[in-house]
């Protein structure tokens, strides 16, 4: 087992992994917000409320955990604000960490970062709230990699759900004006002279109009919305 430390977590038994030894040449970094009541899915709030708003998040989170628990490769947790013992991500699955960084940006170049100088061959990061999104995809995404130094997965409002790479690229974390429309155009500029696989575009979860008319997110519409 690798080193642990006490540090930023929610409990005493709740510890981060600062190391852990590869089991795969390969990894998955899922980045994800603690699930809290007015402080997930802000923008979707404001068309369902917020209470709907974390039940949907929630219902994402464990659709997240649906696809990737079986996926071949090491995953690794990073949490937004503490590490929770006992939650959805199972600990014999998933290696819990914590985000460090002032920005998305630099968060998650860390991610990549010590992903790579633990001896991972291939990273990729995904976010914890994409409903159009399978293990397959992953498969395929992380396939892609053995062709081509960078995988994209380019999202419908001009970002992106899913980014690997063969080795880190600093500058694709820098400069970019996160959460805005401009993130994918910005981070393909970088990417000009490099060997890139582009995966289906698929939509994210922001607002309601990203989950009407979808049966899955009916139970937790309020009545008017159904």
Known sequence: MGLLS?????????FEAEFHFPTSDKTLLIFTRNPE????????????????ALEI???LLKHTVSITQSLTADKQVFYSE????GDFWDEEK????????????LRMQR???????????????????MYDLSQKDLEQAFNALDDHDFVIGPAEDGGYYLLG???????LFQHKKWGTETVLKDTLADLKEESVKLLETRNDVDYYEDIKGIEAFFPFLPQHLK
Do not use: P, W
């Not at 998933?94 to 940006?105: N, V």
């Not at 790479?165 to 500058?171: F, G, I, P, S, V």
């Open 57 to 59: 998040y929630t219902f």
């Open 6 to 14: 006490k540090k930023d977590t929610d409990e005493e038994k709740d």
């Open 165 to 171: 790479m063969n080795e880190l690229k600093a500058e």
């Open 82 to 85: 503490k590490i929770r013992s």
């Open 94 to 105: 998933f290696t819990k960490k914590l985000q460090h960084g002032e920005d998305l940006g």
């Open 111 to 129: 991610a990549f970062q010590d992903a790579f100088k633990s001896g991972y061959q291939k990273a990729i990061i995904i976010g914890s709230d």
């Open 37 to 52: 009541l007015g402080k997930v899915k802000t923008r979707l709030a404001g068309g369902v409320g917020d209470q709907a």
